[in-house]
């Protein structure tokens, strides 16, 4: 999934702690940790620098330790876009088990929303 162009991130972690994972290397993801805290740097002005509001770096964990349970996100400024992305997760779910997306009563996942009102999400289930 992290490889699927429009991927914004996933929000998961593991138990008792919550990440905003960002991608991957080898067998481990990159995420940003939402806890951890820096110190204020006080009224933002013209001169204030943006340095101090960015991580220093990105924290890894292997992939087996995470949490399976995710909410990823990705980024569709058209619906061509979107349509794309459902394309796209199709093929990595057949990549990784087979046809047994469409073995089920229901769909692994289904499209919600219309085109013409600007809001369209893919429901898992």
Do not use: E
Not at 88 to 93: A, L, N, P, T
């Amino acid at each position: 999934m992290f490889k699927i162009n429009n991927f914004i991130g996933a929000i998961g972690g593991r138990p008792n702690a919550a990440f905003y994972f960002v991608g991957t290397h080898d067998d481990d993801i990159l995420y940003l940790d939402p806890h951890k805290t820096q110190t204020s740097v006080g009224i933002i002005d013209k001169y204030a620098s943006l340095a101090s509001y960015s991580p220093r770096g990105l924290d890894r964990m292997g992939i087996m330790g995470a949490d399976p349970s995710m909410c990823i996100g990705f980024y569709c400024h058209t619906h061509r876009h979107f349509t794309d992305v459902v394309a796209d997760i199709k093929k990595v779910h057949l990549l990784v088990s087979g046809d047994k997306m469409w073995t089920h009563r229901t769909p692994w996942f289904q499209t919600v929303g219309h085109p013409n009102a600007g809001v369209s999400a893919i429901v898992f289930g």
